[in-house]
């Protein structure tokens, strides 16, 4: 694994290592394993833990871990890379929008196309979707920074 959140990619392998010990397959199932994506709210989409702190004592629910999606945990590790898609990603998903919805078709391209217009400094409103998610600025995802020196920067850790 690579560097994310101030922790060494061997640090990441520990608690992953700690997972798959605590959570022998069959015998105690991850709290973060079971729907909905807990960032996108996607109540149908397959969901796997995604940690934000990788220090001991080890911790596999929220704060710690969360249950999200292939699509919202892609954009999460990718938002260093692409910070005007990550905000498009999460203006997305404040108008009621799933990970899901971005497989090709138009939700895709008019959230590309919001990206692009981020990325030359012009903004655009995306029109609502017809779900009931009621999200805030305040969820977890939201506090997530875009800053590189993050990656591998300790400073960067949640927990001290």
């Not at 690579?2 to 010990?21: H, L, T, V």
């Not at 995604?50 to 699509?71: G, L, N, Q, R, W």
């Not at 990718?78 to 404040?94: D, G, I, T």
Request: glycine share 6%; hydrophobic share 30%.
């Amino acid at each position: 694994m690579n560097c994310y959140n101030g922790y060494s990619g061997q640090e990441r392998n520990r608690k992953q290592a700690a997972a798959n010990r605590e959570f022998v397959k069959g015998v105690k199932d991850h709290p973060c394993s079971t729907p909905p994506c807990m960032m996108c709210g996607d109540p149908d989409s397959k969901v796997a833990p995604h940690s934000e702190d990788y220090s001991k004592p080890y911790f596999f629910e929220p704060p710690y871990e969360y249950a999200v999606c292939t699509m919202c945990h892609s954009r999460i590790h990718r938002r260093f890379a692409s910070p005007a898609s990550w905000e498009a990603y999460k203006m997305h998903l404040r108008r009621g929008g799933y990970g899901s919805d971005l497989k090709p078709g138009s939700v895709a391209d008019m959230v590309k196309k919001l990206t692009r217009t981020l990325e030359a400094g012009s903004e655009f409103a995306l029109p609502p979707l017809p779900r009931d998610k009621n999200l805030s600025a305040t969820e977890w995802w939201e506090q997530l920074s875009v800053d590189p020196r993050f990656i591998d920067d300790p400073s960067a850790r949640p927990r001290r």
